[in-house]
């Protein structure tokens, strides 16, 4: 049971290149989101997914892109990456969409930067 | 949103016991009290939570006040891997799906 699974842990890109950053989870939770967190900062949600097939926007869903086509995987899309992009990104997963009884479990992070 | 404050640092000596507070005066009937805690380059890990009544797990405890307006995170002894920011976070009632992290408390452990 290796929880929440994030790919790549570090990435450098260009300005303008795009990307995939890869989430997995085995656990088979119904959600799963994806949040950056910025220095000095707290977590703040991009989007998230209620089930395969489901998607919505969080807080700050700008230049990114996400879809949900199994219960295991969600992957976040930069298309045209920018500096203000640059910062750490954490996938989390959670057993029940929307019910406040359970927690949620956070992969180990991959670091963005943006030159 | 109901929001949480958190004193923004707290000192502990090890193998001494630590308590968090949290206050969440707008809290409502509904929600659910999180802890979270993050170490030093990594994920945001899970402590606790609970609703109305007082809860024990193997990391922690969690004490809520009887209207609900706070809480406190309780570590029982504290170690040097307990060194780390912790969250008090409100999870909003059913059919809510997103958690709101504030700045929370970094937690400093004397040896």
């Known amino acids: 049971n290796a929880g929440v699974t994030q790919t790549p842990k570090f990435q450098v890109l260009k300005t303008g290149q795009s990307m995939t950053l890869q989430c997995a989870q085995d656990?088979?939770?119904?959600?799963m989101s994806w949040y950056r967190q910025d220095p000095g900062m707290g977590l703040r949600l991009i989007h998230y997914?209620?089930?395969?097939?489901?998607?919505d926007q969080g807080e700050v869903p700008n230049g990114y892109n996400v879809s949900r086509s199994t219960t295991e995987d969600f992957p976040l899309r930069l298309l045209s990456a920018a500096p203000s992009q640059t910062s750490v990104y954490f996938c989390?997963?959670?057993?029940?969409?929307?019910?406040?009884?359970?927690?949620?479990?956070f992969g180990s992070g991959t670091r963005l930067t943006v030159v | 949103d109901a929001k949480t404050t958190q004193p923004n640092s707290m000192e502990s000596n090890e193998e001494e016991p630590v308590h968090l507070p949290c206050n969440h005066s707008?809290?409502?009937?509904?929600?659910?009290i999180h802890w979270y805690r993050q170490l030093p380059s990594q994920g945001p890990e899970y402590v606790i939570h609970?609703?109305?009544s007082n809860v024990n797990n193997r990391m922690a405890s969690l004490a809520i006040a009887e209207d609900r307006k706070s809480s406190t995170l309780i570590l029982h002894r504290a170690t040097l891997r307990d060194a780390a920011v912790y969250y008090c976070?409100?999870?909003?009632?059913?059919?809510?799906?997103?958690?709101?992290f504030g700045t929370g408390t970094r937690l400093t452990i004397i040896p």
């Open positions: 989390a997963s959670s057993y029940s969409s929307g019910n406040p009884d359970y927690g949620y479990t």
């Open positions: 656990m088979n939770h119904e959600y």
């Open positions: 997914s209620v089930g395969a097939g489901i998607t």
């Open positions: 707008t809290i409502s009937g509904t929600d659910y």
């Open positions: 609970g609703l109305t």
């Open positions: 976070i409100l999870r909003l009632g059913f059919g809510n799906e997103k958690l709101t």
